[in-house]
């Protein structure tokens, strides 16, 4: 006998309420099982914000530096609700009196009406508050205090963040989550290291970012955050907009598609002992049950092939696998991005100096040396300290910040630039030619590292957003992206020089995954490597990764000095990896 489970499905929105249960769906037992939960809808909170024309729907969490006028939006927004409820208040205060007054006035009048209206002079107020009074007050009633904060609000509207804002700040907290190894109960809390101003999630706060991973189909971090408002549900935390009956929807699917059946039914079970009349859970029960007694007649059937001396071949459903935007060496660059790397040995370490560097004999730095220590040996990596003053950086990010756009990549085979999810910063390109501290800034890059920097790209100044980061990547064009800056006429990216501009309270490290090198920030230094060996070949150890801001504000500038114009600067080499 064929059974069929039918779960209802209502309608349903990207912007549902909180507290509502999600859109259902039909389902049919052959059917695949996703379609047990509902169609994937997240519920978005709404910034407010004034900003310049220029700013409206810019990928805001891209760029911490962008995200400070939303706090002064918001502030702003906050004093014209603090000035309509004042308004409001005054209205209902003249009210008040008007209503006391009149209610001794007509206790004493109803007394002894004939005995009140014999005195003219009240009888004369009477026609008159009736005639006039009486509709001044209908007026005042019916004045709209809110017009001034409405008229705001819509002028405001068309600059406020999207959608994918909204689900991009949500993306960096599980990014964060995964790089640093955070559990949802430290992250819930505000623990986070560095932290200057602690901040607490609610459980609609958890429920919204399990919602917002169950949409992009990651029920690995599903599970964790609904775990997680239903835990500080649990622990007595009182939400208007969401109830434990939710979260155990979302949690139950969430953790069937990860293949722990048992768990899903005992969640499944625990939902339905708060609401069973619930649908959706109740059809989800008669399925698991069905799929155990699969399992069970799977496992009888087993066991006699295995008695038959046959064997059998199973697919399990593998919880937690790979994400899909994986890499091989993604362990390697988290381990890095924690401080866990590789410790150079003591014999190699005895190999690097800090110094007082005249850039070979540069004129302009014989008298004034500058701070150099190394980093790394192999491929060598050196940091110049006190490089660039406060006064300069504040300069080049006062010049880029009305150029900030989403920094973007260059698809290796369209060759077209565009955004991607593993590039999380905003950044603006600055000419020396537009203001003396940057062609300063170029000058003393070509004094410290004897290149010509006149066929360099021109300076890039980078914000990264929440949780902002650049996964590994070259910065040089590999032999099979031979086009990569052919519309420049330079040639190759043979080295990068790389500003902080910001110290960084936690994370925000470059790092290395091939040789385990990590490069923490620090404000007014720079680091310089060559991506090329004198032969023109590419330095594959190069390959370099941003970690992702934990927190606190990144800014960087760096400069990729290219090829042509080293023929006599850095002369080629016979040996390829010389």
Not at 26 to 40: A, D, H, N
Not at 368 to 384: A, L, M, N, Y
Not at 418 to 432: D, M, N, P
Not at 437 to 457: C, F, P
Request: contains cysteine.
């Amino acid at each position: 006998m064929r059974t069929e489970i039918v779960l209802w499905r209502s309608s349903g929105s990207r912007r549902s309420s909180l507290g509502g249960f999600p859109p259902r769906r039909l389902l049919r037992q052959e059917q695949s099982s996703r379609k047990m939960m509902p169609t994937k809808s997240c519920c978005l909170l709404v910034l407010c914000v004034v900003l310049p024309s220029s700013y409206a729907h810019t990928d805001f969490f891209t760029s911490i530096g962008h995200m400070t006028d939303l706090i002064n939006t918001e502030k702003d927004l906050v004093t014209s609700l603090k000035d309509y409820i004042k308004a409001e208040e005054s209205k209902l205060e003249q009210i008040k009196k008007w209503a006391e007054k009149l209610d001794k006035l007509t206790d004493t009048a109803t007394k002894d009406p004939e005995g009140f209206l014999g005195h003219p002079v009240n009888a004369f107020k009477l026609m008159k508050r009736l005639n006039t009074e009486w509709s001044e007050l209908e007026n005042l009633v019916l004045k709209d205090m809110s017009d001034g904060f409405i008229s705001n609000m819509t002028i405001q509207r068309q600059y406020f963040p999207n959608d994918e804002d909204q689900t991009g700040a949500a993306k960096a907290l599980l990014r964060l989550q995964d790089t640093y190894n955070l559990d949802t109960d430290t992250i819930s809390r505000g623990n986070l290291p560095g932290v200057k101003h602690k901040t607490f999630l609610t459980a609609e706060d958890c429920f919204e970012l399990g919602k917002i991973a169950y949409t992009e189909a990651d029920y690995y971090h599903t599970e964790l955050w609904m775990e997680q408002a239903l835990k500080q549900l649990d622990d007595g935390e009182v939400s208007p907009s969401i109830g434990k009956v939710s979260v155990l929807d979302y949690l139950s699917y969430a953790v069937y598609q990860q293949g722990d059946l048992e768990k899903a039914v005992m969640l499944t079970k625990r939902l339905l002992e708060l609401d069973s009349e619930h649908q959706r859970a109740n059809g989800n029960m008669k399925y698991f049950e069905y799929i155990m007694e699969k399992e069970k007649e799977k496992e009888a059937n087993k066991s006699i092939a295995q008695t038959d001396g046959q064997t059998e071949k199973e697919n399990k459903t593998q919880k937690r696998g790979p994400a899909k935007d994986y890499l091989p060496e993604r362990q390697k660059y988290e381990m890095l991005c924690r401080g866990e790397g590789l410790k150079m040995t003591p014999r190699r370490q005895k190999k690097l100096f800090c110094r007082y560097y005249d850039g070979n004999g540069n004129p302009r730095y014989i008298l004034g040396p500058v701070k150099q220590e190394d980093e790394w040996d192999r491929p060598r990596i050196v940091r110049f300290v006190e490089i660039i003053s406060d006064e300069e950086i504040e300069t080049v990010k006062e010049l880029a910040k009305p150029r900030l756009r989403r920094a973007t990549i260059s698809n290796p085979i369209t060759g077209v630039l565009e955004t991607a999810h593993y590039r999380i910063s905003k950044s603006a390109w600055l000419s020396g030619y537009e203001n003396p501290v940057v062609a300063r800034i170029n000058a003393r890059i070509q004094d410290l590292t004897g290149l010509d920097v006149s066929t360099a790209e021109e300076l890039q100044v980078a914000n990264y957003g929440v949780g902002g980061q650049y996964e590994p990547h070259f910065d040089f064009g590999r032999k099979d992206e031979p086009d990569a800056f052919k519309e420049l006429g330079t040639g190759n990216r043979i080295a990068t020089w790389l500003f902080y501009m910001s110290d960084v309270a936690a994370g925000g490290a470059t790092v290395f995954p091939e040789v385990g090198a990590s490069v923490w920030p620090r404000k007014g230094t720079a680091v310089f490597w060559y991506n090329l060996f004198p032969s023109g070949e590419g330095d594959y150890s190069t390959r370099h990764a941003a970690c992702p801001v934990l927190v606190g504000n990144k800014w960087v500038s760096n400069k990729w000095i290219h090829e042509r114009g080293q023929e006599f600067r850095r002369p080629c080499s016979l040996s390829e990896s010389d």
